[in-house]
């Protein structure tokens, strides 16, 4: 349930044989929309207009930059990347793609002088390479499956890909006569992920490429039952070229159904291409190990690495492996923050990382002999990726609470801004302010909360407020920018934004991460209380007028406010959240997320954690609710069952409980199809006017 995992870039992709789509082409080629800003505000509908910069990538001498562009047709009701290159200071930014489909993983080929890419072929996606300008495409593969992602070797002789291979019995597998019936077969545990029952699962594949096309493709994994990269969040990132373009490092969690649904144990494994000879680097090691990269000189091997396995939230170390000994060693082991992302310096003696702390998520930088952590760039944002230029400079992406990514230049005291896509639509926007609060909690600490107030803002007038409520439910309430979830969007519509970092969020030590496992319906729901308390004294508060809102985790945080919140609360708002924890620990598919979150079974009756958990189930408070409460649910939702939210929405009209529910039949944990997205928007917004704003009642 935590989703702060990467995610691949999957567009729907079509091949073209030159840089630009003629026009006797019908398909629509959707490009940046035209948008008018009136009066100031920022509407559902700009939300979409917002084009998602992406991808950067340091041309080999590091004198230019690759990028990615995605905008949205609401029409279409999907969406389109094109590539773009700049020089490294930000001049000369030329789009170098113009198509009807999406050009996804592109980086750098031969020097600089070709783009390898994905793009959408007769079967699926297929890796193409053109000029550096955009001219003279060609498809270079012709997968059966298609692919995932991909990554050249260093000598750029081979090609790394990801593809699906069959898993599992179909019922015509077993029974060749019945071709037409339509059913699964199951006899253990991971049937179904995410949102998908698992009748396919991700191999690392490797193939020779002779500059126009890929042959000797194998798989190295070939028979094995297990994913690499693992589903449902896992990408390139999980897969790496050792230096000498001779072996792959590869993530794989080697289990199979029950077993895989217990544990969180991944290792990372080495393959040598010549004898085809697989070997674990990282066994005894018994939580997630992730993100492999190897440093500059080849002498040593980085990565992420959680220590408990079943617990997918632990602390994420850094780890190095000195490859010649064997030798591992723990970077953070003194340092009580989890780390995002990674990046080894150009001489090999530090790693760059990003970690949530204290708010944001800035960049840092460790050294390997003395484990000194020290601040590169923290300013009040969150950075998405880091790739360093030179011993002084990186190239990032960074967002924030106000605007989503841009690509930008930083360092030490430095900073410039390289990438303008949302500049002018932000410009015309009436301004949010963002202010950082330190709340007392019941417990005697003080907790970070966020608080957004709307454009125009007048401290003598009386405001409607949202409390935000995370989910994850250990995933950090930093600068974050979310397309749905968006704070400044729901400021702008004229409430105050509370938004705390309660107990069970990163970014605040180990203990304030941890706290929440096994106290579901404990000291954080005294936290969110805290928040909403703290900021009922402020004189500019409509104290008959907060509602709560959240997803995920964040949706079983409504359901239980709303048996508790004792009048605080005048509506709320749950998407895809737990109203039943007894029926969420059968019904969801990662078993070891309800074992360690829960603390065990409902069954377990001596289980004095989990026995708890269950007692303080949402759905055991419905005659308490009071507050009336919208519900949304993605029946593609096999994280937590769209019927968590039907059952609450059948207690509320049964309590006679003034309510709504949204039901997308086609999407999953999110809503990402944009028609849908903008109709969630509208609803939203439609709730809470109803309730909140005194004179649309």
């Known amino acids: 349930m935590n989703l702060t995992k990467t995610t691949i870039i999957m567009a729907s992709l079509l091949a073209t044989t030159g840089n630009a789509v003629s026009a006797s082409e019908t398909a629509e080629i959707i490009s940046r929309p035209s948008f008018e800003v009136k009066d100031g505000k920022f509407t559902p509908e700009l939300i979409e207009a917002f084009g998602q910069v992406g991808n950067p990538q340091l041309s080999p001498d590091k004198k230019k930059l690759l990028y990615s562009v995605t905008f949205t047709s609401i029409a279409a009701n999907k969406g389109n990347t094109e590539l773009w290159v700049m ?32 793009y959408k072929a007769d079967n699926g996606l297929q890796l193409f390479v053109m000029d550096a300008d955009g001219t003279n495409r060609k498809q270079i593969s012709s997968v059966e499956k298609g692919l995932g992602g991909f990554a050249f070797s ?44 698992v009748t396919e699962i991700p191999h690392p594949f490797i193939a020779d490429y002779d500059g126009e096309k890929l042959t000797g493709i194998t798989d190295i994994m070939e028979g094995e039952p297990y994913e690499s990269p693992m589903k449902p969040f896992g990408g390139m990132e999980s897969l790496a070229w050792t230096p000498d373009s001779k072996g792959v490092v590869y993530v794989s969690r080697k289990k199979t159904g029950k077993e895989y649904s217990l544990s969180t144990n991944s290792d990372l494994y080495l393959y040598d291409i010549a004898t085809k000879q697989t070997k674990n680097l990282t066994e005894g090691m018994m939580g997630y190990d992730t993100n492999p990269v190897f440093s ?41 923050y989890t780390v995002n992302t990674i990046a080894w310096a150009p001489d090999s003696k530090s790693i760059y990382f990003i970690a949530p702390y204290h708010g944001p998520s800035p960049i840092f930088q460790i050294d390997l002999k003395t484990k000194k952590v020290e601040t590169i760039a923290a300013q009040m944002c969150d950075y998405a990726s880091v790739t360093p230029v030179d011993s002084k400079k990186l190239i990032a992406l960074r967002h924030s609470l106000l605007y989503p990514n841009e690509i930008f230049m930083v360092g030490k005291d430095y900073e410039q801004q390289l990438t303008n896509v949302n500049t002018d639509l932000l410009s015309q926007l009436d301004p949010v302010t963002v ?49 749905r979830w968006n704070l400044r969007l729901m ?8 938004a705390p970092n309660r107990r069970g969020l990163p970014g605040f030590g180990t203990e304030w991460n941890e706290q929440i496992s096994g106290d579901y ?21 409509d104290k008959d007028h907060i509602g709560a809102t959240g997803a995920s985790y964040g949706g079983f945080s409504v359901y ?8 605080r609360f005048a509506a709320l708002l749950a998407h895809a959240g737990i109203f039943n924890t007894e029926a969420q620990y059968l019904e969801t598919e990662e078993m070891w997320f309800a074992n360690w979150d829960f603390g065990g079974a409902p069954w377990d009756k001596n289980n004095a954690i989990a026995q708890r958990t269950y007692a303080n189930s949402p759905h055991k408070f419905v005659d308490k609710w009071t507050a009336p409460i919208m519900i949304t649910v993605g029946e593609k939702d096999y994280r937590i069952l769209a019927s968590q939210g039907m059952m609450a929405f059948n207690a509320a009209q049964l309590r006679g409980i003034p309510s709504h529910m949204l039901v997308f039949p086609d999407e999953n944990h999110w809503i990402l199809k944009p028609q849908n997205a903008l109709l969630w928007q509208r609803e939203f917004f439609k709730w809470f006017d109803k309730w909140l704003k005194n004179d649309n009642k």
């Open 296 to 336: 500059p000189k080849g002498d040593k091997l980085a990565w992420l690495s959680m220590e408990r396995d079943g617990y997918e939230s632990d602390k994420n170390r850094i780890y190095v492996m000195d490859m010649q000994s064997g030798e591992k060693t723990d970077l953070t082991s003194d340092w009580d």
């Open 87 to 118: 020089d490294i200071d930000g001049k000369n930014n030329k789009q170098i793609t113009t198509t009807t489909e999406s050009e996804a993983n592109a980086v750098w080929l031969n020097g600089g002088k070709q783009i390898a890419f994905l």
């Open 435 to 483: 202010e950082k609060h330190l709340v007392p909690t019941t417990d005697g600490k003080e907790m970070l909360t966020w608080v957004l107030l709307p454009p125009n803002f007048d401290k003598n007038k009386k405001y409607p407020a949202i409390l935000y409520c995370q989910g994850g439910p250990q995933q950090a309430v930093s600068q974050f920018w979310s397309s």
């Open 560 to 567: 239980w406010l709303a048996g508790h919140h004792e009048k």
């Open 521 to 541: 319906g404990g000291q954080n729901m005294k936290d969110y209380f805290a928040a909403v308390d703290y900021m009922k004294e402020k004189s500019y508060i």
């Open 491 to 498: 400021a702008s519509q004229g409430y105050v934004i509370i």
């Open 154 to 197: 260093p000598d750029e002789k081979k090609v790394l890909f990801i593809s699906n291979v069959k898993y599992g019995k179909t019922v015509t597998d077993c029974y060749p006569d019945l071709d037409k019936a339509n059913a699964f077969i199951v006899d253990d545990l991971m049937y179904k992920h995410w949102d998908e029952w």
